[in-house]
């Protein structure tokens, strides 16, 4: 299977700042990468597909780039509703999808 | 609008069986390739299952392999999960979710667009 790890685990962070999430596959995955965004209690919420491709509804302010082994998800200006834990996830191959272990953004 | 609505979690013994259904509306289902994903207490996402649209292609994840069958009836509408030979490690919050895809360039990109709100299965004694 193909390994995903995530950096950092978890930040603390403030209305307004910009925020910076890195995802490494282990091996290429040449775009196959998605993220999503999980609050407490509820489901997963896509954001991103195909590395880059905002999905309908997300806010601008959440971009994501990368390609091969190293992906990033970018929050641009943070919002209140924003604190939540993001997960990367490959699509590279369908025999065994694979996640991210997660990064948890709060409060600072 | 796209809705999914798991059912059929609960307490299980280790050992046990529980068959988990989602009821998808809003789209045409017999369209999508489906999937189970679960969510231990606490922890991350975990793929489970997959099934294509018209049940000629199913894969699974190596923890469930053996275990687990995933099926669909698109008369209904429906995803299911058939659990058996449950363990104390398969409890979760388990989630259906829609993929779907984007082509460009000549490769698809598959993706969970649409995920139900989870059913929650507890093994243990």
């Known amino acids: 299977d193909i390994q995903m790890t995530q950096s950092p685990s978890s930040l603390s962070a403030s209305v307004g700042d910009r925020v910076t999430i890195t995802c490494r596959a282990s091996q290429s995955i040449s775009s196959y990468l998605n993220w999503y965004q999980q609050k407490p209690g509820k489901a997963p919420k896509l954001l991103i597909y195909?590395?880059?491709s905002l999905q309908s509804g997300v806010p601008s302010r959440f971009s994501g780039s990368g390609s091969g082994t190293d992906f990033t998800l970018t929050i641009s200006s943070l919002q209140p509703e924003d604190f939540a834990t993001y997960y990367c996830q490959q699509s590279y191959s369908t025999l065994g999808i694979t996640f991210g272990p997660g990064t948890k953004v709060d409060i600072k | 609008q796209v809705q999914l609505v798991e059912s059929g979690g609960g307490l299980v013994k280790p050992g046990g069986s529980l068959r988990l259904s989602c009821a998808a509306s809003?789209?045409?289902?017999?369209?999508?390739?489906m999937s189970w994903i679960r969510q231990a207490p606490g922890k991350g996402l975990e793929w489970v299952s997959y099934i294509s649209s018209s049940s000629s292609y199913t894969n699974y994840a190596d923890s469930v392999k053996g275990r687990f069958t995933i099926s669909r009836d698109n008369a209904k509408n429906s995803l299911y999960l058939q659990m058996n030979s449950l363990r104390a490690e398969d409890t979760a919050v388990y989630y259906c979710a829609r993929a779907s895809d984007y082509c460009s360039g000549g490769s698809c990109y598959d993706y969970f667009d649409y995920w139900g709100q989870g059913t929650l299965v507890t093994v243990s004694s």
């Open positions: 809003g789209f045409t289902f017999s369209d999508y390739y």
């Open positions: 195909a590395a880059s």
